[in-house]
């Protein structure tokens, strides 16, 4: 392992687990967070030239006597005599006792950090920015909210956490479903960040072969919670498609005009199967739904066959009674602009309430198809720059100048 490049690797990979793993020891994310930092900081200067064995335990090791280091500090400062016990029990310990509990290390961190104590709004975000590692600004684009109104919200539950003297620890099959939908909502938007580069090139595309397994183990800990089932559907249909989602110059190819033939048909079996127990519950729910969409697009056989557009535009509206944002009606718009027409899927578009939108490359280049089908080029290439500045993934940056190099050609 070479010097910075192996540190930033190890960071990236483990940062969101030892973070998560002092935070819950110490009740304390700042603490932790600074922690971790002063442990990449000695990894820096110390690695070079005597690198660890494991890196991912030096880091925690070095980050948890930092972290009782400052604790220690702070005692001090106050003039309280005796020093801080030891956090007991340590969570790292928690983990691997409770294996069996939930048999799997991030899963179980992200159960943890969906804490009741933290309030509703925040809980994904938190658990995005301490397990998966997203940045703020990240988690900022996948809520539509922005950059510092995310960090105040993070720096609010995490002040909350910390005055709140609950322990942070992996909770029983008591609390699974209490904290069920924070734990779906993460895992959606970790997912979002894995699907979105459909090249596989980014910093989060180990997510897509890691949901496959999490939502797995989490359909056996809750068979019987159809929102589980419905969104481990979608992750299994989504997935089958990812082999048509390059073309040979490696651009992006969208769904409409992927070849159903190099689709993992095990996957998409799979998916089925898991629709079905959920339908079977009989309480039906927004991810079921997004799920029906996925199903609807892989039951396509050929090119030949024409997309059911119709049935994805009912099953969109059927959706914004259940989650009505501004994500349901952009994807909603693309399937009005094929049923409707592009000048009706624009009004949409155009309807909707800026805040957020700037930023999500996938409005601009919407807004731009929409807009050169309706030969307002200077609009359309307007609309591909915004959404090129965005820095998309490698192949959704080829797609979108293909796109915009066509409209300077006509």
């Known amino acids: 392992m070479s010097g910075a490049v192996g540190l930033d690797r ?3 990979e483990n940062g969101g687990r030892i973070i998560a793993a002092l935070a819950a020891g110490f009740r304390d994310l700042d603490l932790a967070e600074e922690a971790f930092a002063e442990a990449c900081a000695r990894a820096a200067a110390a690695w070079p030239s005597r690198p660890p064995q494991d890196p991912a335990a030096w880091l925690y090791a070095t980050a948890r006597r930092a972290a009782l280091d400052a ?3 702070r005692g001090v400062r106050r003039r309280l ?22 048999p799997d290390e991030r899963l179980r961190l992200i159960f943890v950090c969906c804490h009741p104590v933290v ?4 809980r994904a975000s938190l658990t995005l920015r301490l397990v998966c590692g997203l940045s703020v600004r990240e988690i900022a684009r996948a809520f539509l909210v922005a950059e510092p109104a995310m960090f105040q919200r993070l720096t609010r539950a995490k002040r909350r956490i910390a005055q709140s003297g609950e322990p942070f620890e992996i909770p029983g099959p008591e609390a699974w479903t209490e904290r069920l939908s924070a734990v779906l909502s993460t895992l959606e938007v970790a997912y979002a960040r894995a699907h979105g580069d459909a090249a596989g090139a980014g910093a989060h595309a180990g997510f897509a072969r890691e949901m496959l397994d999490l939502t797995g183990v989490l359909v ?3 068979p019987n919670e159809p929102e589980g089932l419905g969104f481990a559907a979608l992750v299994r249909y989504a997935e089958a498609r990812r082999p048509a989602r390059l073309d040979e110059t490696g651009a992006m190819v969208p769904l409409s005009e992927q070849d159903p033939a190099l689709w993992r048909r095990s996957l998409i079996v799979e998916a089925e199967a898991l629709l079905r127990r959920a339908a079977d519950l009989d309480r039906p729910g927004p991810r ?12 396509r056989r050929s090119l030949e066959e024409p997309p059911r557009w119709g049935t994805v535009l009912a099953l969109y509206d059927a959706l914004l009674a259940w989650r009505d944002d501004p994500v349901v009606r952009l994807n909603r718009a693309v399937a009005l602009a094929e049923v409707a027409g592009p000048s009706a899927a624009l009004a949409q578009v155009e309807g909707l309430s800026p805040a957020g939108l700037d930023d999500f490359a996938p409005y601009h280049a919407l807004r731009a198809d929409l807009l050169a089908r309706l030969d307002r080029t200077v609009e359309a290439c307007a609309s591909y720059d915004r959404a090129l500045a965005l820095d998309p993934g490698p192949a959704e940056r080829l797609w979108l100048q293909r796109r915009r190099g066509a409209l300077m050609m006509d």
């Open 81 to 102: 005599a005796p020093e801080p016990p030891e956090p007991t029990p340590s969570v790292e310990e928690a983990m691997t006792s409770d294996e069996a509990l939930i």
């Open 71 to 73: 604790v220690r500090r």
């Open 10 to 12: 190890v960071a990236r």
């Open 119 to 122: 309030p509703v709004e925040a």
């Open 220 to 222: 056996g800990l809750l």
């Open 288 to 299: 079921q739904l997004q799920a029906a969409i996925h199903a609807v697009w892989c039951g």
